[in-house]
């Protein structure tokens, strides 16, 4: 009979416990929030949230511009008026296919915020991310494309932070997309330290 007085003492708590954390009113053992873990977490976003900062000057952006179009000289043009806006010039091409949207943009993780200041001179812009290894920016003009936004459009003032045009994800939960087989070098990319001369101990 002790035994089974013991068993129902211990039930009654164990059930009094359980009550209380469900009401709230007794905190429980685990106050972790459950949370998928980022390796199994999958969407159908593909668009990277932007950097919680104010655009780029021009000057700070490397961009090279391809014509997804039959349009002859619709690249070279581009990219003349984008020089114009104070942004450093990789070169014109064409791309190896049609592109039907406006522009699409494509840039590493590394080039996130260069996109995002690139993509405000677009009226409207697809920024993809890919795995290219340095942060230059392309821009794919498509038969949508007419024309850069005006200068004087408020989306260029430099005191606007940068915002997504839709749902975005941090870019570390975005799965890259190849990058085009050649991309350029980026100029404006920090010289590599060239590492300093070992000194011998004296006597050697």
């Not at 459009?153 to 941090?170: I, K, Q, S, T, V």
Request: glycine residues 8%; charged residues 20%.
């Amino acid at each position: 009979m002790l035994v089974f007085g013991i068993l129902l003492i211990a039930l009654a708590a164990i059930s009094f416990i359980a009550m209380g954390i469900y009401k709230g009113t007794i905190e429980g053992p685990f106050n972790a929030a459950f949370v998928t873990p980022q390796s199994e977490f999958t969407s159908d976003i593909t668009l990277p949230c932007p950097p919680d900062a104010l655009p780029m000057q021009p000057d700070e952006v490397a961009v090279r511009v391809l014509n997804g179009t039959d349009i002859q000289g619709l690249a070279g043009n581009t990219l003349t008026d984008l020089v114009g806006r104070g942004f450093v010039g990789l070169g014109a091409t064409n791309w190896s296919r049609d592109y039907a949207g406006t522009a699409r943009i494509m840039f590493s993780e590394e080039g996130l915020h260069k996109a995002y200041t690139v993509a405000l001179h677009f009226p409207e812009a697809e920024l993809v991310l890919d795995d290219r290894k340095n942060a230059t920016v392309d821009v794919v003009l498509g038969k949508a494309f007419t024309n850069l936004v005006s200068p004087l459009d408020p989306r260029l003032d430099p005191d606007n932070p940068l915002a997504a045009e839709g749902a975005c994800l941090p870019v570390s939960q975005i799965e890259p997309e190849p990058a085009p087989r050649i991309y350029p070098v980026d100029p404006l990319a920090s010289p590599t330290p060239e590492p300093a001369p070992s000194v011998s101990p004296s006597g050697e």
